[in-house]
């Protein structure tokens, strides 16, 4: 068995541990190819009865005892807490402490957790009752002197989610180990679970990463991951992960991001509601392989949109929360400090596409938008996936285009003032801001390279914003659309020969009486391909 150092030893006082048995990330990539070959057997959970009596409120009382914290009195800076059973998380998770190449079961025990005398958890069998866990603040302090015992930076709960804070201390937009077969008409979508976690004990004290080992198991896929977990300015995830199918899918999600989009001033509802916005995410961003920097603003679609950004070898990709000004959400909940997700591949990733999905969703209380990298190579049985990537959680992208950003999108009646405004006519306006724009000699406009995947485009034009601003300037136009089905609108400002903004790429979808189109409909636009499901 190797020899457990004294801090872990110490764990064995706190924390229930079972027996040692050698540990390493091959022999777990060894175990999830596998069990890609074995019958796939759904987890078993716990009663329903008792659990759908752990609903949020109920859940939010059971609170894990930090003073049993697994690396409370290290090694490391970062000290685990675990997450109990619920009405939203219902299949356990088995937990173990890896030191010296031997792991070792943290075995489940009641006693971990505080809760109320008539909490429903009490009324679970004996078993294991784990949900997931989160990383504590340093036990160190850090520049704001947090208390690690009641404030933490990730958290893994639910099926394959995980999300962190960014740099402004907010938890928001979450991630996905993977994503099968999302917003795909033939075929259910599938949530495998991260059924079993290892925790790496810290050889250096003072490190601010931490390493966490996952087998991934669902009805078409198995998988072997490793996290190296970085607290920095914000949150920094470097993934490897080892995939293997047990059955063809038709839409293999690789790093998803899932987020929320109710509505932005670009085209809010009359009196939906009283803040002037509601989201997590307000854009997807990509930088793709040619070296194109593209803003895509998301919509709360009619109906289910998937669409899909052809590339090869993409530098990255991300659904960011641009719009940092608090008056422009007027809520205590501070969604303008909810984190950006940017996904940098690491490696060869080849051909594929970068695709959004974005369901209609009436509260903020649903995560109705999902982008992930979907490989155009078919996902078989029997194939296998070896990934590496790196997820940065902070207030913006990493690695941001030195051109003019989208800052603004506004819908309008179209038309000219003091002349009839034609019925369904739009008018779109498009503010940019850059050091690229600052630059423009006075007298002289950029001009708007403006297309659309259909409908007639009119009174195009640009002009500096009347603000005062250096390198603000914004791009109006028409469009004139026949029809329900949606527009792709493609958008960049240009001098001479020279890109001054990143792509603007816009989904419109017209307001008529026509009826919507029947499920599997096809439109193309200029970039992406656009299927309504």
């Known amino acids: 068995m190797g020899k457990l150092?004294?801090?872990?030893?110490?764990?064995?006082?706190?924390?229930?541990?079972?027996?040692a048995s050698p540990f390493s990330f091959e022999s777990l990539i060894e175990l999830a190819e596998a069990k890609s070959r074995m019958p796939w057997f759904a987890p078993t959970a716990g009663p329903a009865e008792v659990l759908s009596q752990i609903n949020y409120d109920a859940h939010g009382k059971i609170k894990f005892d930090t003073s049993l914290a697994l690396f409370a009195l290290g090694p490391g800076q970062y000290p685990v807490v675990f997450s109990h059973l619920g009405t939203y998380f219902r299949f356990p998770v088995t937990m173990h402490v890896v030191h010296d190449d031997m792991a070792r079961e943290i075995v489940f025990d009641d006693s971990y957790f505080d809760m109320p005398a008539d909490s429903p958890a009490r009324r679970l069998p004996p078993g294991n009752h784990f949900a997931g866990f989160r990383f504590q603040e340093s036990r160190s302090g850090d520049q704001r002197q947090l208390d690690w015992r009641t404030n933490d930076w990730v958290a893994f709960l639910g099926a394959s989610y995980f999300r962190a804070i960014g740099d402004q201390y907010?938890?928001?937009?979450?991630?996905r180990g993977i994503a099968v077969n999302v917003a795909q008409a033939s075929q259910l979508e599938e949530f495998p679970d991260f059924s079993h976690f290892w925790f790496e004990a810290a050889a250096d004290t003072r490190s601010s990463a931490v390493i966490v080992y996952a087998l991934l198991e669902g009805p078409s896929i198995c998988g072997a991951y490793r996290f190296v977990l970085h607290r920095d300015k914000g949150v920094i995830m470097d993934i490897d992960a080892s995939l293997f199918l047990r059955r063809d899918i038709e839409r293999l999600g690789i790093a998803p991001l899932t987020s929320m989009f109710w509505y932005s001033n670009t085209a809010k509802p009359t009196a939906i509601d009283w803040r002037p916005q509601v989201h997590d995410s307000d854009g997807l961003a990509i930088w793709t392989g040619n070296g194109e920097h593209i803003w895509r603003p998301l919509n709360n679609a009619p109906r289910t949109m998937a669409s899909a950004f052809i590339d090869n070898n993409p530098k990255g990709f991300g659904l960011l929360q641009r719009d940092r000004d608090f008056d422009h959400y007027l809520d205590g909940v501070h969604y303008e400090r909810r984190p950006s997700l940017w996904v940098e591949p690491l490696g060869d990733w080849g051909e594929g596409s970068v695709q959004l999905v974005e369901n209609p969703t009436d509260a903020e209380t649903h995560d109705n938008i999902v982008a992930m990298w979907v490989p155009k190579l078919a996902a078989q049985t029997g194939q296998n996936f070896r990934l590496r990537y790196r997820l940065h959680w902070q207030a913006d992208e990493p690695f941001p285009s030195p051109l003019a950003r989208c800052v603004a999108t506004r819908l309008g009646r179209g038309g000219l003032p003091g002349q009839d405004r034609p019925e369904g006519d739009?008018?779109?306006?498009?503010?940019?801001?850059?050091?690229g724009l600052a630059k423009i000699p006075f007298g002289v406009r950029p001009l708007a390279v403006l297309?659309?995947?259909?409908?007639?485009?009119?009174?195009v034009f640009t002009e500096a914003v009347p603000d005062g601003k250096q390198g603000h300037w914004r791009?109006?136009?028409?469009?004139?659309?026949?029809?329900?089905e949606p527009v792709e609108l493609r958008l960049f400002l240009q001098l001479g020969d020279e890109a001054l903004s990143e792509t603007w790429l816009y989904q419109y979808h017209p307001f008529t009486s026509e009826p919507l189109a029947s499920a599997g409909q096809e439109s193309s636009g200029l970039i992406s391909s656009v299927k309504a499901v």
């Open 170 to 175: 907010q938890y928001g937009i979450s991630a």
């Open 451 to 459: 297309s659309s995947s259909r409908g007639k485009l009119s009174n």
């Open 426 to 435: 739009r008018k779109f306006v498009v503010e940019f801001q850059g050091d």
């Open 475 to 484: 791009a109006q136009f028409d469009l004139s659309v026949e029809g329900r």
């Open 5 to 19: 150092s004294s801090a872990i030893a110490g764990e064995e006082a706190k924390l229930r541990l079972g027996d």
